[in-house]
Protein backbone atom coordinates (compact mmCIF):
# COMPACT_ATOMS: atom_id res chain seq x y z
CA UNK A 1 0.00 0.00 0.00
CA UNK A 2 1.32 3.60 -1.03
CA UNK A 3 2.58 6.20 1.89
CA UNK A 4 2.11 8.39 -0.57
CA UNK A 5 -0.76 10.99 0.93
CA UNK A 6 0.30 14.20 -1.13
CA UNK A 7 1.50 15.08 -4.95
CA UNK A 8 2.69 18.37 -6.04
CA UNK A 9 2.12 18.91 -9.45
CA UNK A 10 3.71 21.02 -11.59
CA UNK A 11 2.38 22.04 -15.05
CA UNK A 12 1.54 24.95 -17.39
CA UNK A 13 -0.54 28.48 -16.26
CA UNK A 14 -0.67 29.32 -20.33
CA UNK A 15 -4.13 29.67 -21.35
CA UNK A 16 -3.43 29.12 -24.88
CA UNK A 17 -1.17 25.70 -24.45
CA UNK A 18 -2.28 23.08 -26.77
CA UNK A 19 -5.55 21.30 -25.79
CA UNK A 20 -4.43 17.99 -26.58
CA UNK A 21 -2.95 18.29 -22.70
CA UNK A 22 -6.07 18.86 -20.95
CA UNK A 23 -8.16 16.09 -20.89
CA UNK A 24 -5.04 13.66 -19.08
CA UNK A 25 -4.48 16.71 -16.86
CA UNK A 26 -7.99 16.61 -15.75
CA UNK A 27 -7.79 12.74 -15.09
CA UNK A 28 -4.61 13.14 -12.96
CA UNK A 29 -6.64 15.87 -11.17
CA UNK A 30 -9.76 12.93 -10.49
CA UNK A 31 -7.58 10.04 -10.16
CA UNK A 32 -5.66 11.87 -7.10
CA UNK A 33 -9.05 12.21 -5.73
CA UNK A 34 -10.03 9.22 -6.25
CA UNK A 35 -7.02 7.54 -4.70
CA UNK A 36 -7.33 9.81 -1.70
CA UNK A 37 -4.26 11.99 -2.15
CA UNK A 38 -4.12 15.50 -1.81
CA UNK A 39 -3.21 18.01 -4.77
CA UNK A 40 -0.52 20.24 -4.03
CA UNK A 41 0.11 22.69 -6.80
CA UNK A 42 0.96 25.95 -7.57
CA UNK A 43 -2.77 27.93 -6.56
CA UNK A 44 -3.10 29.41 -10.49
CA UNK A 45 -6.29 29.31 -11.84
CA UNK A 46 -5.37 29.75 -15.41
CA UNK A 47 -4.21 26.93 -17.75
CA UNK A 48 -3.37 23.38 -16.86
CA UNK A 49 -3.10 24.62 -13.12
CA UNK A 50 -6.73 25.18 -12.99
CA UNK A 51 -7.69 22.01 -14.79
CA UNK A 52 -5.76 19.85 -12.86
CA UNK A 53 -7.02 21.62 -9.15
CA UNK A 54 -11.08 22.00 -10.55
CA UNK A 55 -11.08 18.29 -11.72
CA UNK A 56 -9.47 17.20 -8.03
CA UNK A 57 -12.28 19.18 -6.41
CA UNK A 58 -15.21 18.31 -8.45
CA UNK A 59 -14.08 14.67 -8.01
CA UNK A 60 -14.23 15.27 -4.40
CA UNK A 61 -10.47 15.65 -3.92
CA UNK A 62 -8.58 18.27 -1.51
CA UNK A 63 -6.48 20.79 -2.82
CA UNK A 64 -3.80 23.29 -1.10
CA UNK A 65 -2.06 26.19 -4.13
CA UNK A 66 0.43 27.88 -2.44
CA UNK A 67 1.02 31.28 -4.98
CA UNK A 68 3.46 34.26 -4.18
CA UNK A 69 2.25 37.69 -4.10
CA UNK A 70 4.35 38.72 -7.26
CA UNK A 71 2.16 36.39 -9.27
CA UNK A 72 -0.82 38.13 -8.92
CA UNK A 73 -0.03 40.92 -11.33
CA UNK A 74 0.40 38.04 -13.82
CA UNK A 75 -1.84 35.09 -13.26
CA UNK A 76 -4.89 34.95 -10.93
CA UNK A 77 -5.45 32.82 -8.23
CA UNK A 78 -7.62 30.25 -7.24
CA UNK A 79 -9.87 31.14 -4.65
CA UNK A 80 -12.04 27.69 -4.51
CA UNK A 81 -9.44 25.27 -3.28
CA UNK A 82 -9.26 24.05 0.00
CA UNK A 83 -6.37 25.83 1.17
CA UNK A 84 -4.80 28.70 -0.25
CA UNK A 85 -1.26 29.86 0.56
CA UNK A 86 0.23 33.49 -0.34
CA UNK A 87 3.54 33.95 0.15
CA UNK A 88 5.97 36.20 -0.08
CA UNK A 89 8.19 35.00 -2.86
CA UNK A 90 9.02 32.52 -5.29
CA UNK A 91 11.52 30.52 -2.91
CA UNK A 92 9.13 30.29 -0.41
CA UNK A 93 6.80 29.07 -2.72
CA UNK A 94 8.89 26.28 -4.04
CA UNK A 95 9.96 25.34 -0.30
CA UNK A 96 6.30 25.10 0.93
CA UNK A 97 5.43 23.14 -1.87
CA UNK A 98 8.11 20.45 -1.44
CA UNK A 99 7.39 20.18 2.25
CA UNK A 100 3.80 19.65 1.96
CA UNK A 101 4.21 16.84 -1.14
CA UNK A 102 5.30 14.06 -0.36
CA UNK A 103 6.49 13.18 -4.59
CA UNK A 104 6.40 15.61 -7.45
CA UNK A 105 4.85 14.85 -10.72
CA UNK A 106 5.74 17.06 -14.00
CA UNK A 107 2.77 17.64 -16.03
CA UNK A 108 3.51 19.27 -19.31
CA UNK A 109 4.53 23.49 -19.00
CA UNK A 110 6.78 26.36 -19.57
CA UNK A 111 9.52 27.63 -17.67
CA UNK A 112 8.28 27.87 -14.65
CA UNK A 113 7.47 24.08 -14.76
CA UNK A 114 11.28 23.64 -16.00
CA UNK A 115 12.40 25.60 -13.22
CA UNK A 116 10.34 23.78 -10.20
CA UNK A 117 11.10 20.38 -11.43
CA UNK A 118 15.55 20.87 -11.67
CA UNK A 119 15.40 21.75 -8.41
CA UNK A 120 13.57 19.05 -6.59
CA UNK A 121 15.97 16.84 -9.25
CA UNK A 122 18.81 18.83 -7.88
CA UNK A 123 17.24 18.39 -4.08
CA UNK A 124 17.09 15.11 -4.85
CA UNK A 125 20.49 14.05 -5.95
CA UNK A 126 21.92 16.20 -3.02
CA UNK A 127 20.53 14.03 -0.53
CA UNK A 128 18.11 16.53 0.49
CA UNK A 129 15.13 14.44 -0.30
CA UNK A 130 14.09 11.40 -1.41
CA UNK A 131 10.79 11.56 -2.83
CA UNK A 132 9.50 10.44 -5.81
CA UNK A 133 9.59 12.65 -8.97
CA UNK A 134 7.27 11.31 -11.87
CA UNK A 135 8.08 13.04 -15.41
CA UNK A 136 4.85 12.42 -16.71
CA UNK A 137 5.60 12.32 -21.26
CA UNK A 138 2.59 12.94 -21.75
CA UNK A 139 1.86 12.50 -26.14
CA UNK A 140 5.80 13.08 -26.04
CA UNK A 141 6.08 16.48 -24.41
CA UNK A 142 8.82 16.05 -22.60
CA UNK A 143 10.81 13.62 -24.88
CA UNK A 144 13.02 17.00 -26.31
CA UNK A 145 14.08 17.06 -22.07
CA UNK A 146 14.61 13.41 -22.01
CA UNK A 147 17.17 13.46 -24.82
CA UNK A 148 18.68 16.59 -23.58
CA UNK A 149 18.81 15.12 -20.16
CA UNK A 150 20.54 11.48 -22.02
CA UNK A 151 22.87 13.80 -23.62
CA UNK A 152 24.47 15.55 -20.40
CA UNK A 153 24.95 12.24 -19.10
CA UNK A 154 26.63 10.92 -22.13
CA UNK A 155 28.24 14.06 -21.60
CA UNK A 156 29.33 12.96 -18.06
CA UNK A 157 27.84 16.30 -17.03
CA UNK A 158 25.41 14.28 -15.43
CA UNK A 159 26.14 11.00 -13.20
CA UNK A 160 24.29 7.89 -14.56
CA UNK A 161 23.04 7.54 -10.83
CA UNK A 162 21.37 11.28 -11.09
CA UNK A 163 18.97 9.73 -13.92
CA UNK A 164 17.89 7.55 -11.75
CA UNK A 165 16.65 9.81 -9.85
CA UNK A 166 13.13 9.89 -11.26
CA UNK A 167 10.85 8.06 -13.47
CA UNK A 168 8.84 8.82 -17.02
CA UNK A 169 5.44 7.79 -17.25
CA UNK A 170 3.61 8.10 -20.99
CA UNK A 171 0.34 8.42 -19.38
CA UNK A 172 -1.46 9.47 -15.82
CA UNK A 173 -2.49 5.43 -15.71
CA UNK A 174 1.38 4.83 -15.45
CA UNK A 175 2.03 8.33 -13.28
CA UNK A 176 -0.58 6.72 -10.84
CA UNK A 177 0.64 3.11 -10.65
CA UNK A 178 4.65 4.52 -9.95
CA UNK A 179 2.95 6.45 -6.92
CA UNK A 180 1.27 3.19 -5.48
CA UNK A 181 4.33 1.25 -6.07
CA UNK A 182 6.89 3.56 -5.37
CA UNK A 183 9.36 1.80 -7.27
CA UNK A 184 11.91 4.94 -6.82
CA UNK A 185 13.55 5.15 -3.91
CA UNK A 186 16.96 4.63 -3.85
CA UNK A 187 19.35 8.08 -3.05
CA UNK A 188 20.11 8.38 0.22
CA UNK A 189 18.27 11.29 2.45
CA UNK A 190 19.58 13.62 4.45
CA UNK A 191 16.57 15.18 6.41
CA UNK A 192 18.34 17.95 8.63
CA UNK A 193 19.39 19.67 5.50
CA UNK A 194 15.96 20.29 4.09
Excluded at 91 to 110: C, I, L, N, W, Y
Amino acid sequence: MSQIKSVCVYCGSSTISDPIFDAPTELLGQSLAKAGITLVYGGGNPGLMGKVANSCMVSGGKVIGITPDVILEQEARHEGVTELHVVPNMHTRKQMMAEKSDAFVVMPGGFGTLDETFEMLTWKYLGLHNKPIIIANINGYWSPLLDLMNHMAKKKFVRAEHMKTFAVAEDVPSVMRILENEEYCDIPVQTDKM
